[in-house]
């Protein structure tokens, strides 16, 4: 006999910040002390720091899964890479088809945890839309194979798009682009390369930044100097421009306490694309924005008038 899947939760705004922002706290190092000693950190362990792949502990090894949620209808996939890799990722179909049916979310999460922290925001998205959401594992998170860094998640970036785009019954769906914080700028670099095929429909950011060497001077300022030396570069400031084919959602925290909320203003303030959206959550600091009023609605308003009805 089957064991017969737990009650799904309830899918309140508290909900989701009590099953999401406990794991997406960045390591910010209050003391001096402790900052003398991230500026050494920082020119030779940058990738441990840039990428906390083990916050929390666990993170490595207990990846939450989507019948947790409440979400029956979904497949837990190991995607290949084109140099050798495998990426875990979620494949999560709606429990039924409403407002965006031929739409396909791809999702990028931050710099620390698993996408099975993620799932309650998959959740809601899959219920207010009625869309497939594909959850991607970059290298060395989770249950994906390889060491992270930018050269590999770019990589990665493109084989979940291909994934989708392969997939028979995802090949004709438009395709939103959604990144949190560092998935902000993978999603940036990803739609750049990839808009003049015509079905990527959208690109939603959430408290990005110009580029990690500006960013440091921010969360370790001792290291300011050193940011130089980073080889780590993320650069959505000169990446973002290229998009002018897609529409860009803009969701910015105001009260974001890692990414400055200017980094937001500027990215909107050069982007080049003639559809752009700008929305502010007044308390939504860099892990808790999802919670805020509004979040959802203002994607559910993104995706019905600058993707569904541009069809």
Not at 206 to 219: D, G
């Amino acid at each position: 006999m089957s064991e017969s899947p737990p009650p799904p939760p309830s899918w309140s705004i508290t909900s989701i910040v009590n099953n999401t922002v406990q794991f997406l706290r960045l390591p910010v190092l209050a003391s001096s002390s402790l900052a003398v000693i991230a500026s050494g950190l920082l020119y030779f362990k940058q990738n441990e720091l840039i990428y906390p792949r083990n916050i929390p502990t666990d993170a490595r090894t207990n990846v939450p899964i989507p019948r947790q949620f409440g979400i029956t209808d979904s497949e837990d996939l190991q995607l290949p890479t084109p140099d050798g890799e495998s990426l875990h990722a979620f494949f999560m179909r709606p429990s039924k088809k409403s407002l965006a049916p031929d739409v396909t979310i791809l999702m990028f999460h931050g710099n620390a945890g698993n996408i099975g922290h993620r799932i309650p925001i998959a959740k809601v998205l899959q219920d207010v839309l009625g869309c497939n959401v594909l959850m991607l594992e970059y290298r060395g998170y989770g249950l994906s194979s390889g060491v992270p860094d930018e050269a590999g998640l770019k990589i990665d970036a493109q084989t979940g798009l291909d994934y989708i785009r392969q997939r028979t019954e995802t090949s004709n769906t438009k395709i939103v682009v959604y990144g949190q914080s560092l998935g902000g700028a993978v999603a940036i670099n990803l739609v750049a390369e990839n808009q003049d095929r015509g079905d990527i429909g959208g690109l939603i950011l959430e408290n990005t930044f110009l580029s990690i060497r500006k960013l440091i001077p921010t969360v370790f300022p001792p290291a300011r100097y050193l940011a130089r030396f980073c080889h780590q570069y993320w650069t959505s400031e000169e990446i973002l421009p290229k998009i002018t084919k897609v529409p860009i959602l803009f969701l910015s925290g105001l009260k974001d306490e890692i990414v400055p909320p200017s980094n937001m203003t500027q990215l909107f303030g050069i982007c080049q694309t003639e559809r752009k959206v700008w929305r502010t959550l007044p308390n939504g600091g860099h892990n808790d924005s999802v919670a805020e009023p509004g979040y959802f609605e203002h994607i559910h308003s993104f995706i019905t008038e600058e993707v569904v009805d541009e069809d």
